[in-house]
T-cell receptor, first 108, second 113 residues
């Protein structure tokens, strides 16, 4: 979507390594930043979200950081596993804009 | 708890025809959003319905229209189909309209020939 830019578009990591995906947004009124994971043949599923009053949130191997001043937020996956291979999308709650997606491949 | 279900799963239509896609929202959710996802791209917001009224629309022409029913299920209608309308159409329900996680169905794959 035009309101959020996502990088990189593809990411290949060795199993056990970390993966980082970054998104930047333009609307300063945004205050909710979810991340979705989409596996082949399925709809996107929420994996983690963060609100603007929080700078970081963790859920086991997944973490999200938010920098409102710089207008960017990032997804961090640690100790990657083969089942982490999927397409990941960041979302800007302004007009519910999805990023273009990052295809993550975890090499065994 | 029943998740979001969409029907049909696949559909083939001819250019110029009309199509109706259906979505049953998750129990307790009063908001439904529709997205179009072209191959290899992120979902594009079409519109959102909250308590049977349109509550926001993306950059899609008027031939894309929708409805939400009293039980919060929803329909997406597309008139005068074009080849570029071929895509995966995703429906997502949420507990409320603002800052609420989206729960997606698995989509309807529409092919326009």
């Amino acid at each position: 979507g035009e309101n959020v830019e996502q990088h990189p578009s593809t990411l290949s990591v060795q199993e056990g390594d970390s993966a980082v995906i970054k998104c930047t947004y333009s609307d300063s009124a945004s205050n909710y930043f979810p991340w979705y994971k989409q596996e082949l043949g399925k709809g996107p599923q929420l994996i983690i979200d963060i609100r603007s009053n929080v700078g970081e949130k963790k859920d086991q191997r997944i973490a999200v950081t938010l920098n409102k001043t710089a207008k960017h937020f990032s997804l961090h996956i640690t100790e990657t596993q083969p089942e982490d291979s999927a397409v990941y999308f960041c979302v800007n709650d302004y007009k519910l804009s999805f990023g273009a997606g990052t295809t993550v491949t975890v090499r065994a | 708890e029943t998740g979001v279900t969409q029907s049909p799963t696949h559909l083939i239509k001819t250019r110029g025809q009309q199509v109706t896609l259906r979505c049953s929202s998750q129990s307790g959710h009063n908001t439904v959003s529709w997205y179009q996802q072209a191959l290899g791209q992120g979902p594009q917001f079409i519109f959102q319905y909250y308590r049977e009224e349109e509550n926001g629309r993306g950059n899609f022409p008027p031939r894309f229209s929708g409805l939400q029913f009293p039980n919060y299920s929803s329909e997406l209608n597309v008139n005068a189909l074009e080849l570029d309308d071929s895509a995966l159409y995703l429906c997502a329900s949420s507990l409320t309209v603002d800052n609420s996680p989206l729960h997606f169905g698995n989509g309807t794959r529409l092919t326009v020939t």
